[in-house]
């Protein structure tokens, strides 16, 4: 039983670190979204290929979008590599990547979302929904699960 006591104070434990990371980024999304725009140019694009073993010892490919931009900001200029707010996923789908990427290609003008308080944060994309979700969800699960699964333990201790 000491075990699911344990096991279930690690589920709550991770639910609620995610949850906070989870609302800290939902925070710069909501802000995010009212800040100010100006124009960008995309200067670098290009798919990031991790290649390492996976947790059954295989080996394992993972893609990742890498971008940076430029923007000027009162005769300052910047660079962000920044897309979304939950940059930095690598998935084992190329296609996916390439797909993100196709929208940046060098050279295009985008439109850049700064915070005027400190104008070297930025992002391109303020909202993306699927990830949102799925860390709200698991979140909750764990939050949820990992106290009931506590209080299994100590009753049938």
Do not use: C
């Not at 709550?12 to 960008?40: H, I, M, Y």
């Not at 290649?51 to 923007?71: F, H, K, L, M, V």
């Not at 296609?95 to 993100?100: F, I, P, T, Y």
């Amino acid at each position: 039983m000491i075990g699911l006591q344990v096991l279930s104070m690690a589920m709550a434990f991770v639910g609620a670190a995610w949850s906070f990371e989870n609302w800290r980024g939902r925070r710069l999304k909501q802000d995010s979204a009212f800040w100010p725009t100006t124009k960008g140019e995309i200067v670098w694009s290009d798919i990031v290929v991790e290649t390492g073993r996976d947790e059954t010892g295989r080996t394992a490919t993972r893609y990742g979008a890498a971008i940076r931009y430029r923007y000027l900001l009162g005769g300052t200029r910047f660079e962000s590599t920044r897309i979304t707010w939950r940059d930095g996923q690598k998935t084992t789908r190329a296609a996916a990547q390439r797909k993100l990427l196709a929208r940046y290609p060098v050279g295009r003008a985008v439109n850049v979302h700064y915070d005027p308080r400190r104008p070297a944060m930025a992002v391109l994309e303020t909202e993306n929904r699927t990830v949102r979700r799925l860390g709200r969800l698991t979140a909750t699960a764990l939050l949820v699960f990992g106290p009931i699964g506590m209080i299994a333990a100590t009753l049938t201790a």
